[in-house]
């Protein structure tokens, strides 16, 4: 009597919203690859024959087994968390020796007629087990160096077991998660620090043609980020102005001084000036710390070095440790080659898809490029493309607009919950759908370098949307839950 009392609640308290937003969402999805994957011979849209009859049989599954993560008592996913993520990294350990070679890669593991991928289901064992992580007794990220690393040990010990499949976009997804750390208290100075990182790549790769005092303008700009950066944490860090003030008045004065050297004829070693006007306000900085024992400022003198250091490993890191086709991919994308007929033929194609939709479309199953089978992989990472392109700048906007709603609605969930595992569970989920989204959606409109991310819920194939029921429904079971769990 009392199970089915459970199993009644369960279904009483569960978020019906979210549901219809997955169904609705899933249902799309299909349209989408029935419209990527037409062929005028064979037009049946449930057709096993058809991609979209292969992802209708993926839906019914998905949707039995969200049923059946429903059932399931929410203690399970607590109590077994740890024991389900050992569990998927021996799995990811032995798709690497054991699964085929698919187009590079050893990710899949094929059981006759069907693949599946390891890596989507890692996503939700990774999120249990960090989310029990920090439902630990008296557990705080910022308490001891010891829990920021078994966060850390958590969340790349699947990345390091997904590379070594050659799964390198599969991989990146994970590091989403540093927003569930930032949410949970880890300094926003991470988060900084790899927008930085980023921001500081692709300037000093971008601008490598053209010289500046002597050295690559991408390099000079970097610098000069450098510069502002440390004027910047001064002011709004370490909260002194003062200092803020003086360093950035040397930085100015420097420059103006050098400007006028140059005009003058004399050559000016850049990498000389930059290194030692930096180094002269870090000593400034250094000084200062001293005098006034603040800790913030040897944040920002250990942050300047190792921008500074950063610089010196990206041309490395791009020529010795990225492979040649993923050089080429961001060279293509950051526009300094064009390779129409190569690694970019794909965005190409897709671009001008999605740019010939226009406003309102070319309307369902009229659009060229994907009729005509122009853009490879249309039905699944490119398959926003046959959104744009038959549904136009409306359907596409459509389209984001419930992602943006369930991400929304997700962050609600998260907050309600009434134990930290719940909420840090809920923000797991969260970021991957945020990741998955902006990054499958750049690469098809050539703002991000193909990286092979499916977008969930649309893209052909049932390890994605295996792997995101898994970690939508198991959130809809822990919130079902929370009234019992807040007494």
Known sequence: MQQKETTASVFKYVDWFTVILYIILVTLGMVSIYAASYDFDHANMLSFAE?????FRWIGLSLGLGLVIL??????????AYVIYVGLLLLL???????????GSHSWLVFGPMSLQPAEFGKFATALCLAKLFSSYNFSLNASKKNYALALMIIFLPVLLIIGQNETGSALVYLSLFFVLYREGMSGLVLLAALCAVV???????????????IPIGQAAVFIMIM?????????????????RNVLLWFIGSGVVVTALTIAGLEIPGLIFFLSV?????????????KTKAKPLLVTVCAAVVSIAFIFSVNYTFTSVLKEHQQMRIKVSLGIEDDPQGAGYNVNQSKIAVGSGGMWGKGFLNGTQTKL????????DFIFCTIGEEEGFVGSTTVLVLFVI???????????????????YAYCVASYLIFHIAINIGMVIGLCPVIGIPLPFFSYGGSSLWGFTFLLFILLRIDASRRERSF
């Open 406 to 424: 369930l991400i929304l609605r997700i962050l609600a969930l998260a907050e309600r919950q009434p134990t930290v595992f719940g909420r840090v």
């Open 228 to 244: 502002l950066l440390i004027v910047a944490m001064l002011a709004l860090y370490c909260k002194d102005m003062v200092a803020a």
């Open 278 to 290: 930096i180094a002269i306000a870090l000593i400034y900085c250094i000084l200062l710390m001293f």
């Open 200 to 214: 500081f790549f692709v300037v000093e790769v971008k601008f490598t043609g053209s010289l500046l005092l002597g």
């Open 373 to 380: 089978k122009y853009v490879p992989e249309q039905h699944t």
């Open 71 to 80: 059932l399931i008592d929410v203690r399970v996913y607590e109590n077994y």
């Open 51 to 55: 991609f979209s009859g292969k992802q």
């Open 93 to 103: 350990l032995v798709t690497i020796f054991v699964a085929p070679d698919t187009k």
